[in-house]
């Protein structure tokens, strides 16, 4: 059992060895909506097999250790020359996904995985994988303004009046009071934030989620109670009001929902004369902290990396005609479980880095199982004859070409009924 475990291990080390992988984000922030776009480098000192390979968006809950907000494929099973093999791909981050929250460490992480058999254990797939943190955040600017609303309270003879209930960070609150009985009026800001997770493993609610009490943001008192105002000022650091929450598309997150919330509020603490009891009067108003204007470079940035730039769209957005140039599917040619397809490079270049994706297209509406061929050069000219193997009735062989130009194809040739 131990000498199968050494092995294991150095299978996996000559493994690393001979692949080398780089993954590299356009940015390091990215706007929740958009599209996180990931640069990936393969490459293989050696002739090489593998299982999959893609990019991972993660995060990690409470009730998790890991959990994929999104992924996208690289390269699906297949076989590579060596060489260097760089593909650009990209995520999207979706509405609903909940924004980095360092203060209580969520963070998000791109990750790039490859997996290889195991030579040992068929079982237990070797994989390596690389990580890189990104930021996500909101687009302030695509937030609609929080609507204002007056407040007026009255209660045991104690009347609290604000003219709005909506405030910016660093924003003082002028609170009017009057009061009848009162000895000392005291008003504290408060603010209530947490993570919150539910899911079936753990009950309804995550018990490793610890509840929290509220955080004093700010006091004031008096003992002027009659009647005057007093000013209380919302921090500049405050984080603002929110409550967001994630729940999975994916059936196997189902049960699963995670989220972050921000709520704050005035407590208000009115102490009573000796006269007329030492009942404490004590009641909560909840207010709105609104994130802070977006000051001139922001705007810029925003503009820059919104998705209104849809005039220049990603490197995979569409397939152009011109594209069809480069490659040509000479001849398909059938054998008992195979089909042998030649691919001739027509372009007036030499190509590098190319991988062909066959697979194959049963009564016009199913693919069979596909199969990666990776080409480190490809000669202008040059063509290449390349075997599929399937042992289902095929009508037509659909063949995806991509190169580390990011040039993209995909061609559909039919197959003859002559080859059965």
């Not at 907000?69 to 099973?77: L, R, T």
């Not at 989620?209 to 000022?233: C, F, N, Q, R, W």
């Not at 006269?275 to 709105?288: L, N, R, S």
Request: proline share 5%; with cysteine.
């Amino acid at each position: 059992m131990l000498s199968n475990t050494i092995i294991t291990f150095i299978n996996f080390l000559w493994f690393i060895f001979i692949m080398k992988m780089e993954l590299t984000s356009t940015r390091n922030t990215v706007f929740i909506g958009e599209k996180l776009h990931i640069i990936t480098k393969y490459n293989f000192e050696e002739n090489s097999s593998i299982l999959w390979s893609g990019i991972r968006l993660i995060t990690k809950t409470p009730c998790v250790k890991e959990l994929q907000i999104g992924n996208e494929e690289v390269f699906s099973f297949g076989e590579f020359e060596p060489g260097e093999y760089i593909r650009e791909k990209s995520i999207l981050i979706k509405n609903n996904v909940i924004p980095t929250i360092k203060k209580r460490n969520l963070e998000y992480t791109v990750q790039l995985l490859l997996r290889q058999k195991n030579p040992i254990n068929p079982d237990d797939d070797l994989v390596i994988k690389k990580d890189i943190p990104i930021e996500l955040k909101i687009n302030e600017s695509q937030v609609k303004p929080t609507k204002q609303n007056p407040i007026s309270f009255s209660i045991s003879g104690l009347k609290i009046n604000v003219s709005k209930d909506a405030f910016k960070p660093g924003e003082t609150i002028k609170i009017n009071y009057n009061s009848e009985n009162l000895s000392e009026i005291e008003i504290r800001l408060l603010q209530k934030a947490n993570l919150v997770c539910y899911c079936e493993a753990y009950g309804k609610n995550c018990r490793k989620v610890e509840e929290l009490p509220p955080a004093i943001a700010g006091d004031v008192k008096t003992k002027e109670s009659k009647e005057g105002y007093l000013l209380l000022k919302i921090p500049e650091v405050a984080e603002p009001s929110h409550n967001y929450m994630w729940e999975p598309s994916e059936k196997e997150f189902w049960g699963l929902k995670y989220g972050d919330y921000s709520q704050w509020s005035l407590l208000v603490i009115g102490k009573k004369k000796p006269e007329f009891g030492k009942d404490i009067i004590q009641f909560e108003i909840p207010i709105i902290v609104s994130a802070k204007p977006i000051d001139t470079e922001s705007e810029k940035e925003a503009d820059l990396f919104s998705g209104k730039t849809e005039a220049a769209p990603g490197l995979f957005d569409g397939l152009s005609s011109k594209l069809q140039k480069i490659y040509d599917v000479s001849s398909i040619e059938s054998d008992i479980n195979q089909y042998i397809i030649r691919i001739k490079n027509i372009s007036k270049n030499d190509l590098h880095g190319v991988t062909v994706k066959l697979a194959g297209l049963q009564e016009g509406l199913f693919e069979t199982a596909p199969k990666l061929f990776g080409f480190s050069l490809w000669k202008k000219g040059e063509e290449k004859e390349i075997v599929y193997e399937s042992k289902q009735n095929i009508s037509a062989i659909i063949s995806i070409i991509e190169d580390n130009a990011q040039n993209k194809i995909r061609i559909q040739s039919a197959v003859s009924a002559d080859f059965f």
